[in-house]
């Protein structure tokens, strides 16, 4: 149970700080309300024309704000279970960074299964919004798993572009949670060796939270271009003739 409230925790918060920017880049290059395509005064015209929480948060696109917490829980709760799983806790000598990797790397694995249905709807609402098709849809959830529903072969159709999605998950995962460990442990064993003097909850919050931002850095440079390719093939139109992506 904790570690699916830590992980619909670092949803939330995520989701408060990414989607504004996520929304953004999304009607940059729309352009749909007449924005100039500077960063700083496209962000003043969303607050001008629409509001903070209209412009920036509740919008239609419902589920991007609403999806980081739910998948990010989901990915706590395999990657609680398997690192305990395969460390054994009574013995701190057989705790391995290996198996922490391995831990994040099965955790993509389980995620996978989540984060594709959630992920195509994202990409093809995004499609939409690029007019980089033109599905007959609004820009409503609602509508866009009706649309894939009817077009791509019912719950099956949820499913495209698993193998992609895998692909770019296990190493994601496997970096993310992997870099974090080694981050941390190599910054606690420092200070417990330098400042052993002193209170170690003083440095070890901080410790955590520099520890988490490393590892998202070491996970997101690394299979970014994994992530691209993804997008692109859950983005693509549905439709058989019009595919770009087979």
Not at 128 to 135: I, P
Request: proline share 3%; hydrophobic share 35%; aromatic share 16%.
């Amino acid at each position: 149970m904790k570690d699916i409230i830590a992980g619909c925790g670092c949803g939330v918060t995520a989701a408060i700080v990414s989607h504004p920017l996520e929304t953004l880049f999304i009607h940059l290059p729309n352009n749909s309300l007449g924005f100039n395509q500077n960063l700083l005064r496209s962000i003043r015209s969303i607050y001008k024309k629409q509001g903070l929480i209209d412009g920036f948060y509740r919008s239609n696109l419902s589920l991007p704000l609403i999806s980081p917490a739910f998948v990010m829980s989901i990915q706590y709760l395999f990657y609680g279970q398997m690192s305990r799983h395969l460390n054994n806790y009574r013995n701190d000598n057989e705790r391995t960074i290996e198996k922490y990797f391995l831990a994040g790397a099965l955790t993509g694995v389980g995620s996978s299964f989540i984060e594709t249905p959630i992920g195509l709807i994202n990409g093809q609402i995004e499609g939409h919004l690029y007019r980089r098709h033109t599905h007959v849809f609004d820009f409503h959830v609602k509508d866009c798993c009706k649309y894939i529903y009817k077009c791509n072969g019912g719950l099956r159709g949820f499913y495209k572009g698993f193998f992609a999605n895998l692909i770019c998950s296990i190493p994601t995962s496997m970096f993310y949670f992997g870099g974090y460990e080694y981050m941390k442990n190599h910054l606690y064993y420092t200070h417990a060796r330098f400042f052993y003097h002193t209170n170690k909850d003083k440095y070890l919050r901080m410790d955590i939270l520099f520890s988490g931002a490393m590892g998202g850095f070491c996970a997101w440079s690394i299979c970014y271009p994994l992530d691209r390719i993804r997008s692109e093939i859950q983005s693509d139109d549905l439709r058989h003739e019009r595919r770009k992506y087979t």
